[in-house]
């Protein structure tokens, strides 16, 4: 999906923030936001094929986080942010993620935050610095080192994701995986479920 408005306006609304500080960021305003998000990723490591989970709220830190890892070839994983402990580290392994990001008021005994360091995957927090109305900036910042990999068993997650990089190109190709979510399946047990949707980057 490119992040460009459809019709004439350039400065039509892309994104509407609810709350008691409600915002409306603009077509440009989050594409600025957006690649800085992926400029962030890209220096913690983020690459195409990474799946990058995120414990985050319907909110602008969702949805650039959504964005920005698609334009870096990444896979998007988005998690309820009331799971437990032992269901975001299934999640976490199932999809063999590479990076959780979380909430910016995330502390360190959080379930999800337990489960990234049980899992060995890097845990980082989304920090967006706002003035009025405009977006200025996003901060990432590491809370848990990357340790290993996540194990787990793998059902397919990992090799779709490599499918991403596996031209060896960092041009976002329209048959590239952006995410993965899990169904709650027949047997008891999530299933994963990924989709290629067509996009471009910013």
């Given amino acids: 999906t490119a992040l460009s408005p459809s019709h004439a306006d350039p400065n039509a609304t892309a994104v509407i923030i609810p709350g008691p500080n409600a915002q409306s960021i603009s077509y440009p305003s989050l594409a600025t936001h957006v690649a800085a998000f992926a400029r ?29 890892t698609t334009s870096l070839r990444g896979v998007s994983a988005p998690l309820n942010p ?68 996540s194990g787990g068993k793998q059902q397919g997650q990992g090799m779709v994701a490599n499918a991403n990089q596996a031209d060896g190109s960092s041009q976002v190709l329209e048959q590239d995986v952006a995410l993965v979510l899990h169904t709650s399946g027949t047997t008891g047990r999530p299933k994963g479920a990924d989709r290629a949707l067509r996009r471009s980057p910013v």
């Fill in 40 to 68: 962030q990723l890209a220096h913690i490591g983020v690459r195409g094929g990474d799946v990058v989970s995120m414990s985050l709220i319907n909110s602008l830190e969702f949805t650039a986080g959504f964005f920005a």
């Fill in 82 to 149: 009331a799971y437990s402990q032992a269901e975001v580290e299934f999640y976490l392994q199932d999809t063999q993620s590479a990076v959780l990001l979380v909430a910016a008021d995330t502390t360190l005994d959080a379930p999800a935050v337990k489960a990234g360091r049980a899992c060995g995957v890097m845990v980082v927090k989304v920090v967006n610095r706002r003035n009025g109305a405009s977006v200025e900036d996003v901060k990432l910042e590491v809370m848990v080192e990357r340790t290993q990999r």
